[in-house]
């Protein structure tokens, strides 16, 4: 019986690529902090994922400034987000 694996859409798969760079980024903090930066990382995706399938505009909007918060949360700098 082959199993059908549901295919996703562009944003569905942009979606899943920011949430598996940001548990990639953890890996790269102290590893007394990896827990939070991981915790944060899964908080903000479980906040917004009631959000409307269909709001394109709102899952761009939300994409974009995960981005930068990656970016910055990615910097030598940053060592622990409560």
């Known amino acids: 019986m082959p199993s059908t694996i549901p295919r996703l859409s562009g944003l569905q798969r ?32 479980v906040r917004h994922r009631d959000l409307e399938k269909r709001d394109f505009g709102a899952i761009e909007f939300l994409l974009r400034k995960g981005r930068r918060q990656l970016e910055v949360m990615s910097s030598e700098r940053i060592t622990d987000i409560q």
């Open 14 to 45: 942009e979606v899943l690529s920011l949430y598996r760079q940001s548990l990639r980024a953890s890996r790269q903090k102290p590893e007394d902090s990896r827990a939070h930066f991981r915790e944060y990382a899964r908080n903000e995706f």
